[in-house]
Protein backbone atom coordinates (compact mmCIF):
# COMPACT_ATOMS: atom_id res chain seq x y z
CA UNK A 1 0.00 0.00 0.00
CA UNK A 2 1.23 3.64 -0.74
CA UNK A 3 2.60 5.84 2.01
CA UNK A 4 1.40 8.84 0.96
CA UNK A 5 -1.99 8.99 1.99
CA UNK A 6 -3.31 12.05 4.31
CA UNK A 7 -2.59 9.58 7.23
CA UNK A 8 0.47 8.49 6.96
CA UNK A 9 1.88 11.56 6.06
CA UNK A 10 0.53 13.35 9.47
CA UNK A 11 1.59 10.04 11.22
CA UNK A 12 5.19 10.53 9.77
CA UNK A 13 6.03 13.99 10.61
CA UNK A 14 4.25 14.65 13.59
CA UNK A 15 3.01 18.02 12.40
CA UNK A 16 -0.17 19.39 11.41
CA UNK A 17 -0.26 23.07 9.38
CA UNK A 18 -1.67 25.79 10.76
CA UNK A 19 -3.00 26.63 7.69
CA UNK A 20 -5.04 23.25 8.44
CA UNK A 21 -5.67 24.02 11.81
CA UNK A 22 -7.08 27.43 11.23
CA UNK A 23 -9.91 25.68 8.52
CA UNK A 24 -11.05 23.48 11.36
CA UNK A 25 -12.91 25.36 14.14
CA UNK A 26 -14.59 24.38 17.41
CA UNK A 27 -17.64 26.54 16.69
CA UNK A 28 -20.64 24.02 17.54
CA UNK A 29 -23.59 26.29 17.07
CA UNK A 30 -23.08 26.82 13.18
CA UNK A 31 -25.92 26.36 10.62
CA UNK A 32 -24.51 23.33 9.20
CA UNK A 33 -23.73 21.94 12.17
CA UNK A 34 -27.93 22.49 13.04
CA UNK A 35 -28.35 21.00 9.57
CA UNK A 36 -26.50 17.82 10.63
CA UNK A 37 -28.23 17.44 14.12
CA UNK A 38 -31.87 18.07 12.13
CA UNK A 39 -30.60 15.13 9.95
CA UNK A 40 -30.18 13.12 12.68
CA UNK A 41 -33.46 13.30 14.38
CA UNK A 42 -35.48 12.17 11.33
CA UNK A 43 -33.13 9.24 11.58
CA UNK A 44 -35.77 7.50 14.11
CA UNK A 45 -38.68 9.04 11.38
CA UNK A 46 -37.54 7.06 8.63
CA UNK A 47 -36.58 3.91 10.46
CA UNK A 48 -40.45 3.76 11.92
CA UNK A 49 -42.03 5.23 8.43
CA UNK A 50 -40.11 1.50 6.71
CA UNK A 51 -40.66 -0.47 9.63
CA UNK A 52 -44.53 0.34 9.27
CA UNK A 53 -43.93 -0.08 5.47
CA UNK A 54 -44.41 3.27 4.47
CA UNK A 55 -42.16 3.42 2.06
CA UNK A 56 -43.07 6.97 -0.06
CA UNK A 57 -42.95 9.07 3.05
CA UNK A 58 -39.18 7.26 4.62
CA UNK A 59 -38.52 8.10 0.87
CA UNK A 60 -39.22 11.99 1.26
CA UNK A 61 -37.48 11.43 4.62
CA UNK A 62 -34.28 10.46 2.97
CA UNK A 63 -34.55 13.50 0.46
CA UNK A 64 -35.01 15.91 2.49
CA UNK A 65 -31.82 14.66 4.93
CA UNK A 66 -29.70 14.19 1.73
CA UNK A 67 -30.73 17.62 0.52
CA UNK A 68 -29.36 18.58 4.19
CA UNK A 69 -26.42 16.56 3.95
CA UNK A 70 -25.68 18.56 0.83
CA UNK A 71 -26.44 21.87 1.98
CA UNK A 72 -24.69 21.81 5.27
CA UNK A 73 -21.34 20.80 2.90
CA UNK A 74 -21.76 23.45 0.83
CA UNK A 75 -22.84 26.08 3.38
CA UNK A 76 -19.97 24.81 5.61
CA UNK A 77 -16.92 25.25 3.00
CA UNK A 78 -18.60 28.47 1.31
CA UNK A 79 -18.77 30.40 4.67
CA UNK A 80 -15.98 28.71 6.33
CA UNK A 81 -17.98 27.22 9.01
CA UNK A 82 -16.22 23.72 9.09
CA UNK A 83 -15.74 22.40 12.45
CA UNK A 84 -14.79 19.23 14.66
CA UNK A 85 -18.35 18.21 15.37
CA UNK A 86 -19.58 18.66 11.83
CA UNK A 87 -16.74 16.21 10.70
CA UNK A 88 -17.95 14.06 13.57
CA UNK A 89 -21.49 14.64 12.96
CA UNK A 90 -21.43 13.87 9.13
CA UNK A 91 -20.14 10.34 9.10
CA UNK A 92 -22.81 9.62 11.62
CA UNK A 93 -25.64 10.36 10.16
CA UNK A 94 -24.74 8.70 6.76
CA UNK A 95 -23.93 5.33 8.70
CA UNK A 96 -27.27 5.68 11.09
CA UNK A 97 -29.29 5.54 8.11
CA UNK A 98 -27.32 3.01 6.03
CA UNK A 99 -28.39 0.91 9.78
CA UNK A 100 -31.76 2.39 9.93
CA UNK A 101 -32.36 1.31 5.97
CA UNK A 102 -30.91 -2.24 6.92
CA UNK A 103 -32.83 -2.97 9.91
CA UNK A 104 -36.22 -1.59 8.43
CA UNK A 105 -36.01 -3.30 5.19
CA UNK A 106 -34.28 -6.85 7.25
CA UNK A 107 -37.74 -6.42 9.26
CA UNK A 108 -39.68 -6.80 6.48
CA UNK A 109 -37.46 -9.83 5.07
CA UNK A 110 -36.93 -7.67 1.85
CA UNK A 111 -33.35 -8.26 2.48
CA UNK A 112 -31.48 -10.96 4.03
CA UNK A 113 -30.12 -10.44 8.20
CA UNK A 114 -26.37 -11.93 6.84
CA UNK A 115 -26.38 -8.31 5.30
CA UNK A 116 -27.07 -6.14 8.32
CA UNK A 117 -24.37 -8.32 10.10
CA UNK A 118 -21.45 -7.56 7.54
CA UNK A 119 -22.01 -3.73 7.31
CA UNK A 120 -22.66 -3.72 10.89
CA UNK A 121 -19.60 -6.25 11.81
CA UNK A 122 -17.46 -3.82 9.85
CA UNK A 123 -18.23 -1.34 12.26
CA UNK A 124 -17.57 -2.50 15.49
CA UNK A 125 -14.72 -4.15 13.91
CA UNK A 126 -13.12 -0.86 13.17
CA UNK A 127 -14.68 0.73 16.50
CA UNK A 128 -12.11 -2.00 18.01
CA UNK A 129 -9.63 -0.75 15.54
CA UNK A 130 -9.94 2.63 16.89
CA UNK A 131 -9.70 1.07 20.51
CA UNK A 132 -6.27 -0.25 19.79
CA UNK A 133 -4.98 3.22 18.12
CA UNK A 134 -6.19 5.22 21.16
CA UNK A 135 -3.93 2.97 23.47
CA UNK A 136 -1.22 3.90 21.49
CA UNK A 137 -2.21 8.00 21.05
CA UNK A 138 -3.13 8.39 17.76
CA UNK A 139 -6.94 9.43 16.99
CA UNK A 140 -9.82 8.03 15.16
CA UNK A 141 -9.17 6.79 11.37
CA UNK A 142 -9.50 9.29 8.32
CA UNK A 143 -11.71 8.40 5.37
CA UNK A 144 -9.74 6.51 3.03
CA UNK A 145 -11.30 7.05 -0.20
CA UNK A 146 -12.72 3.55 -1.11
CA UNK A 147 -14.37 3.62 1.81
CA UNK A 148 -16.63 6.56 1.03
CA UNK A 149 -17.20 4.61 -2.22
CA UNK A 150 -18.32 1.91 -0.27
CA UNK A 151 -20.20 4.74 1.66
CA UNK A 152 -22.21 5.68 -1.54
CA UNK A 153 -23.06 2.55 -3.04
CA UNK A 154 -24.66 1.18 0.30
CA UNK A 155 -26.29 4.82 0.68
CA UNK A 156 -28.24 4.61 -2.82
CA UNK A 157 -28.87 1.01 -3.02
CA UNK A 158 -30.93 0.54 0.00
CA UNK A 159 -33.25 3.32 -1.65
CA UNK A 160 -33.00 1.76 -4.86
CA UNK A 161 -34.57 -1.70 -3.23
CA UNK A 162 -37.10 1.02 -1.40
CA UNK A 163 -38.32 2.75 -4.55
CA UNK A 164 -39.42 -0.33 -5.89
CA UNK A 165 -41.25 -1.51 -2.95
CA UNK A 166 -43.39 2.57 -3.05
CA UNK A 167 -43.37 2.20 -6.72
CA UNK A 168 -44.06 -1.55 -7.88
CA UNK A 169 -43.85 -0.47 -11.54
CA UNK A 170 -40.45 0.79 -11.12
CA UNK A 171 -39.36 -2.53 -9.11
CA UNK A 172 -37.93 -4.54 -12.58
CA UNK A 173 -35.33 -1.90 -12.73
CA UNK A 174 -34.72 -0.28 -9.17
CA UNK A 175 -34.47 -4.52 -7.51
CA UNK A 176 -31.75 -5.28 -9.47
CA UNK A 177 -29.86 -1.63 -9.35
CA UNK A 178 -30.45 -1.30 -5.70
CA UNK A 179 -28.80 -4.97 -4.99
CA UNK A 180 -25.72 -4.68 -7.97
CA UNK A 181 -25.03 -1.37 -5.67
CA UNK A 182 -25.89 -3.54 -2.55
CA UNK A 183 -23.92 -6.24 -2.60
CA UNK A 184 -20.32 -4.49 -3.96
CA UNK A 185 -21.00 -1.73 -1.46
CA UNK A 186 -20.60 -4.52 1.43
CA UNK A 187 -17.70 -5.76 -0.68
CA UNK A 188 -15.65 -2.35 -0.91
CA UNK A 189 -17.00 -1.54 2.59
CA UNK A 190 -14.82 -4.97 4.07
CA UNK A 191 -12.01 -3.97 1.54
CA UNK A 192 -11.81 -0.26 2.94
CA UNK A 193 -11.69 -1.95 6.41
CA UNK A 194 -9.05 -4.08 5.83
CA UNK A 195 -6.84 -1.29 4.41
CA UNK A 196 -7.70 0.88 7.65
CA UNK A 197 -6.40 -2.31 9.41
CA UNK A 198 -2.90 -2.66 7.62
CA UNK A 199 -2.29 0.90 7.41
CA UNK A 200 -3.21 1.14 11.20
CA UNK A 201 -0.66 -2.16 12.04
CA UNK A 202 1.73 0.12 9.81
CA UNK A 203 1.84 3.65 11.97
CA UNK A 204 1.72 1.40 15.38
CA UNK A 205 4.87 -0.37 13.89
CA UNK A 206 6.39 2.92 13.04
CA UNK A 207 5.54 4.77 16.65
CA UNK A 208 7.19 1.16 18.48
CA UNK A 209 10.00 2.03 16.03
CA UNK A 210 10.15 5.52 16.43
CA UNK A 211 10.31 5.45 20.76
CA UNK A 212 12.65 2.62 20.31
CA UNK A 213 15.24 4.96 18.64
CA UNK A 214 14.29 7.72 21.24
CA UNK A 215 15.03 5.41 24.56
CA UNK A 216 18.60 4.21 22.51
CA UNK A 217 19.65 8.26 22.02
CA UNK A 218 18.53 9.20 25.56
CA UNK A 219 20.57 5.76 27.12
CA UNK A 220 23.39 6.59 25.11
Not at 20 to 47: H, Y
Not at 114 to 130: A, K, M
Request: neutral net charge; charged residues 15%.
Amino acid sequence: MARSGPWSASIDSGIVSAAEERQVSSRVVTLPNLLSMLRLALVPVFLVLLIRGEDSWALLVLVVASASDFLDGFLARRFDQVTRLGQLLDPAADRLYIFAALLGLASRDLVPWWIVLVVVGRDVFLLGLGVVLANFGFGPLPVHQLGKLATFCLFYALPMIMLGQAFPMLAWWSGPVGWAFGIWGAFLYWWAGIIYAIEAARVIRLSRVKSSSRSDTLEE
